[in-house]
């Protein structure tokens, strides 16, 4: 293999992907296991992992699928005790499942909706990095990996939960890049635009809606799931192996060059 090439090899590591049954997580995923990971699919859904297990399996990928809902600490704990067990160590973790519950006026969020996102996008993301820290460290380093988003970069009206959670997201990788940089331990962000996914339905499933959105895209077109699994296998990889603490947009120019209509 060529000197550059091999840099993206992730021949002999283990990655733990949260949210992998579907969407973004699942191809990101499926990068990592091409570049030669071995991965474990997590999602709250035992059925759903191991399907996509069992297909990558097939593809003479490795992989197993652990079921976690990562707001339970306890789940999250037999995700990290079963990645150890099954494959001896853990390189790689993907903070990918999240949730966008409520859609309205600050002031009218219940308060169990503001609580259910902030567990799952962000309180979540912190407890599995602290579980995976000692194991990276023990192994002289690895990279985490957090899926926040563009919505975590500046406000929207209605969507206040999401893109406070996603906001604090980017903060929890830049204090961990602070403080792991010493452990070899790297934490970078990835910061999607749209991507058909089943997460964002509402934005693309009215083809009206979805026309009106792609004209400020200056890509002029939401993304698919796959082109968010590049950047995952860079960061994963000693590709990136100085960058930590970096936030990667990945949004078809959106955010920073709207279209002045
Ligand atoms: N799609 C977009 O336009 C977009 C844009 C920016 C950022 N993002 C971010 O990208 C990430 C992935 O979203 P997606 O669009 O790929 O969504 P998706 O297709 O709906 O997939 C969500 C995944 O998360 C899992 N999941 C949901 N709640 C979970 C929980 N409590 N514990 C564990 N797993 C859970 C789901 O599986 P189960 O139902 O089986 O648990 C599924 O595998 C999210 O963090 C999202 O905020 C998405």
Not at 1 to 30: P, Q, Y
Not at 83 to 95: A, H, K, M
């Amino acid at each position: 293999m060529t000197r550059i090439k091999k840099l993206f090899n992730l021949d002999g590591k283990v990655a733990i992907v949260t949210g992998a049954s579907k969407g973004i997580g699942e191809a990101m995923a499926r990068g990592l296991a091409e570049h030669g990971a071995k991965v474990v699919i997590s999602s709250r859904k035992q059925e759903a992992v191991d399907a996509v297990a069992e297909v990558f399996g097939k593809d003479g990928l490795e992989a197993i699928g652990v079921a976690c809902h990562v707001a339970s600490e306890e789940q999250c704990q037999q995700l990290i005790d079963t990645t150890v067990e099954q494959y001896g160590r853990i390189d790689i973790l993907i903070n990918n499942a999240g949730t966008n519950p409520y859609f309205g006026a600050i002031q009218d969020m219940p308060k169990g909706v503001y609580q259910k996102t902030m567990d799952i996008n962000l309180n979540a993301p912190m407890h599995l990095s602290n579980l995976c820290y000692p194991h990276m460290k023990q192994q002289g380093g690895g990279s985490i990996i957090h899926i926040s988003s563009i919505e975590g970069l500046h406000a929207t009206a209605k969507f206040a939960a999401y893109n406070v959670s996603k906001a604090g997201l980017i903060m929890l990788a830049q204090n961990q890049a602070a403080e792991w940089g010493v452990d070899n331990i790297r934490v970078n962000v990835i910061c999607p635009g749209l991507v058909k996914t089943k997460l964002s339905q509402m934005l693309w499933q009215d083809e009206r809606n979805l026309q009106a959105f792609q004209k400020n895209i200056p890509l002029g077109r939401m993304a698919q799931p796959d082109e968010m699994a590049g950047l995952a296998v860079f960061l994963a990889s000693e590709a990136s192996s100085y960058m930590t603490g970096a936030v990667l947009v990945n949004d078809g120019g959106i955010l920073h060059a709207p279209i002045m209509s």
